[in-house]
């Protein structure tokens, strides 16, 4: 049973950075894409980005082409999202997503396994 335990996230003004990850356990990490997605209040969660097992594709969505950045460490079974630039509109709760197809069209329904999800409060 994968179990996926989130950290990072937090408060910045719009143009900061910040850095939230997900650490997994129970699985074969590597064997799998990982990914982020993301739901603001009153909205559907959305797709944010996604890394192959290998690390060697990445899909993001086009709001945040640019400026986001998925990466992972298998060694340490851990994938992580990179966001600068921040604006506004980023503002949602972030949530971890195993077995995910790494394609832009990503949707929630089709991930069985999330994290616990990560606050980002942009303010401008």
């Known amino acids: 049973q994968v179990r996926l335990v989130q950290s990072g996230g937090g408060s910045v003004q719009a143009g900061e950075s910040l850095r939230i990850s997900c650490a997994a356990s129970?699985?074969?990490?590597?064997?799998?894409?990982m990914g982020w997605f993301r739901q603001a209040p009153g909205k559907e969660r959305e797709f944010v980005a996604a890394i192959s097992g290998s690390g060697s594709v990445v899909a993001y969505a086009d709001s945040v082409k640019g400026r986001f950045t998925i990466g992972r460490d298998n060694a340490k079974n851990t994938v992580y999202l990179q966001m600068n630039s921040l604006k506004p509109e980023d503002t949602a709760i972030y949530y971890c997503?195993?077995?995910?197809?790494?394609?832009?069209?990503?949707?929630?329904?089709?991930?069985?396994?999330w994290g616990q999800g990560t606050q980002v409060t942009v303010s401008s």
């Open positions: 129970g699985v074969t990490f590597s064997a799998y894409g």
């Open positions: 997503a195993f077995n995910v197809l790494v394609r832009a069209t990503s949707t929630a329904t089709q991930i069985a396994n």
